[in-house]
């Protein structure tokens, strides 16, 4: 058992994919989770299918992208479970181009959400997690904050940004025992995943045997389970540390 229980998690895009997988493992390790997403229908659906198995959650309705929907989300959520231990940065958009035809435009809207989304998130939620004598971030990243790739000089800056992010929050909150973590996942199995595969033209599972010597993609589970054991009792020690999730693919193991 990973102790979250009774613990407060709020999961940012949690409508759907990794966020949505990890709104309900808390839930049902007991946590109180708030799932948030700028998508209501899908937020609501994670929040009834929690509901459902028995567990406790509200969805909010939120861009991470702006800085008043922080506030009013994270007030809301100490209004309703009296505070706030974890903050999940999870919400995040995928763009593969060229970068002679990517625009200011995507540029721009990609950071405002996979970067500007985390950054105003921690600078509202460490009061709330000071407040309880400590807590737990945890940023996604990608192996596309590690490595470079064709096609992702937007993506992979941003998830860059989101890796150095991680380290320097770490650096400056630990006195505060606020502990912060990045998550280097390679493609799982989401909407993301299918996007990506389209684009490379192949199936799920080619790009599982090509991407990983476990010869699959990562279930949305698999990077739900190390996101909640970072926010649990047993990982008091980790903070500023960099969790690649890749199934032994091209960040860990060489194919030779
Ligand atoms: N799926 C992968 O292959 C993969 C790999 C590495 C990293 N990641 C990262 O993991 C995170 C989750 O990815 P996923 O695959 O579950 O994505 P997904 O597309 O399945 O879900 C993302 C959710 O975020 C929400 N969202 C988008 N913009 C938002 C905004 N401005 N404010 C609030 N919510 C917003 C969407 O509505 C959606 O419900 C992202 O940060 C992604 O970059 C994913």
Not at 103 to 126: C, E, M, Y
Request: net charge negative; glycine share 12%.
């Amino acid at each position: 058992m990973t102790h979250v229980d009774g613990k407060v998690a709020v999961v940012t895009g949690a409508g759907a994919g990794i966020g949505r997988a990890t709104a309900e493992l808390f839930a049902a390790n007991g946590a109180h989770v708030v799932v948030t997403d700028v998508r209501h229908e899908e937020g609501e659906e994670t929040v009834r299918r929690i509901a459902d198995a028995g567990g406790t959650a509200v969805f909010l309705p939120h861009d991470v992208s702006s800085e008043e929907d922080w506030v009013r989300v994270l007030a809301a959520t100490k209004d309703r479970f009296g505070g706030i231990d974890v903050l999940v940065n999870n919400a995040g958009i995928y763009v593969i181009a060229p970068v002679t035809e990517t625009t200011l435009d995507q540029w721009n809207r990609l950071f405002s959400i996979n970067v500007t989304g985390p950054f105003l998130g921690a600078k509202h939620v460490v009061p709330y997690l000071a407040e309880r004598g400590g807590g737990s971030i945890i940023n996604l990243s990608s192996v596309a904050g590690l490595l470079g790739a064709a096609g992702h000089a937007c993506y992979g800056a941003s998830k860059g940004a989101v890796r150095i992010l991680t380290k320097d929050l770490a650096a400056e909150l630990g006195a505060q025992n606020i502990r912060v973590n990045s998550i280097h996942p390679t493609y799982v199995k989401t909407a993301m995943a299918d996007y990506g595969a389209a684009v490379a033209g192949k199936t799920l599972e080619e790009m599982g045997r090509q991407m990983s010597v476990l010869g699959r993609l990562a279930e949305p589970e698999d990077v739900a389970n190390v996101i909640v054991f970072l926010a649990a009792d047993e990982s008091a020690y980790l903070t500023g540390g960099e969790f690649v999730v890749d199934g032994g693919g091209g960040t860990s193991v060489l194919a030779v």
